[in-house]
Each structure stands twice: as structure tokens, then as C-alpha cells.
């Protein structure tokens, strides 16, 4: 159950896209849609950005996306804005059917 | 509201047991998968346990098998995390989470601390 492989940090101007990387084994990404992404910002809970790759939840903007190939994971943030600074997070279902993490993606808006 | 508020944190020595308790209000929770995720302040966060939505089956990280227990009681609408033989790597802040499908979690509670320290 080793944590899904992200990026300690992304940075990107206002108004640019960025990506953030996600990657799993054959045993979560690769064998399910079930991979979720979650936004944090410091000291405040974990939000619910995407769930099952690409699917919004509702309330969050159209400006997250989500997608998946093979055994990676990636989130795009769209006309990156101030607000979007925080710690993001993916996440996917197991063959073991637990869950797992990855360890995390400090996105800096400069 | 949607809610839920966890309670039983706070500090134990190493060996020792706590009770994890999490009230769920404004939805029932025999309808919705439950877990718990941890998070060590300052670092990432670490999927725990977690109960299927018809209360069946349980499952659990490999570093905590055989020594937390999930459980529920829908009569109450509450998520137990029993932790027993507790270690100095289980420090964190334990969070009550709904599953929104497998393994996405819309619904977080703002977390109970534990402390293992001697």
C-alpha cells in the first residue's frame, strides 16, 4: 500500500494552466476509475475537487479537470488564480479495496 | 446541515487504547461507505479504515490490521474507530470522512486529535 507518487510542488502565474501528476501501480490507477483529487488549504479541511478521474462534485468549478492514462493520474487547474494556492491530493481505490493517497502537491501561484 | 463531529482524541501512552466516536447529522450513514483518514499536521494524508455502506465489510491500512476496529451504529448514526495498542506513528489527526463513491470522500468532520507519547 506504498502512497501514490506526486509532485512536492507545481507553480504557475494567474490566468496560466497547470497540471499536477498522479502515479499509481497496476494495483489502484490502473485498475479503477476511481481516482479522487482534493484540494487543501492551510489549516482548513480537505475538499472534494473530482471524483471517479474526470467528475466534478457540484459547486466546484469548471476550472478543475481530471483525467487518466494507464497508471497515471493528472489534475489541470485552469486560469489559475490566487485562491487556488493550497495543497492538493489525489487518491484511488485498491485491489486490496482500501484506499490511498499520494503525498501531496504544494500548488504556489507567483 | 450535513455534519459530522468526531470526538475521543487526545493523548495516550504507547500500548494504550482510545475510542474514536463520530455523530453524523442530516443524512443517514447506513446509506453512505464511512471511513477514517489520518493526517500528521504538517504532512499528508493516509486513508485508515473504512466501512461498506451495508455495515458488512471492513477494511483497514496494513499498518493498523489487527489493532483499530470500525464500527457503526446506525440506531445512533454514529462511526467508531476502536485503536488499541497504540504506537508513536499513529500520532494524527483522525478525520471522520463520507464516501461520495469509492474512496472520494465529500463530507469531512474537522478532526480529532490523537497523541501517543510516553
Known amino acids: 500500500q506504498s502512497a501514490l507518487t506526486q509532485p512536492a510542488s507545481v507553480s504557475g502565474s494567474p490566468g496560466q494552466s497547470i497540471t499536477i501528476s498522479c502515479a499509481g501501480t497496476?494495483?489502484?490507477?490502473?485498475?479503477?476509475?476511481?481516482v479522487s483529487w482534493y484540494q487543501q488549504h492551510p489549516g482548513k479541511v480537505p475538499k472534494l475537487l473530482i471524483y471517479d478521474v474526470s467528475n466534478r462534485p457540484p459547486g466546484v468549478s469548471f476550472r478543475f479537470s481530471g483525467s487518466k492514462s494507464g497508471i497515471t493520474a493528472s489534475l489541470t487547474i485552469s486560469g489559475l488564480q490566487a485562491e487556488d494556492e493550497a495543497d492538493y491530493y489525489c487518491s484511488s481505490y485498491t485491489t486490496s479495496r482500501t484506499g490511498v493517497f499520494g503525498g501531496g502537491t504544494k500548488v504556489t501561484v507567483l | 446541515d450535513v455534519q459530522l463531529v468526531e470526538s475521543g482524541g487526545g493523548v495516550v501512552r504507547p500500548g494504550g487504547s482510545l475510542r474514536l466516536s463520530c455523530a453524523a447529522s442530516g443524512f443517514n450513514i447506513a446509506n453512505h461507505g464511512m471511513n477514517w483518514v489520518r493526517q500528521v499536521p504538517g504532512k499528508g494524508l493516509q486513508w485508515v479504515s473504512g466501512?461498506?455502506?451495508?455495515?458488512?465489510?471492513?477494511h483497514y491500512v496494513d499498518s493498523v490490521k489487527g489493532r483499530f476496529t470500525i464500527s457503526r451504529d446506525t440506531a445512533k448514526n454514529s462511526l467508531y474507530l476502536q485503536m488499541d495498542s497504540l504506537r508513536a506513528e499513529d500520532t494524527a489527526l483522525y478525520y471522520c470522512?463520507?464516501?461520495?463513491?469509492?474512496?472520494?470522500?465529500?463530507?469531512w468532520g474537522q478532526g480529532t486529535m490523537v497523541t501517543v507519547s510516553s
Open positions: 497496476s494495483s489502484d490507477i490502473g485498475s479503477f476509475n476511481y
Open positions: 466501512i461498506h455502506w451495508n455495515g458488512e465489510s471492513t
Open positions: 470522512v463520507r464516501d461520495y463513491t469509492y474512496i472520494s470522500f465529500d463530507i
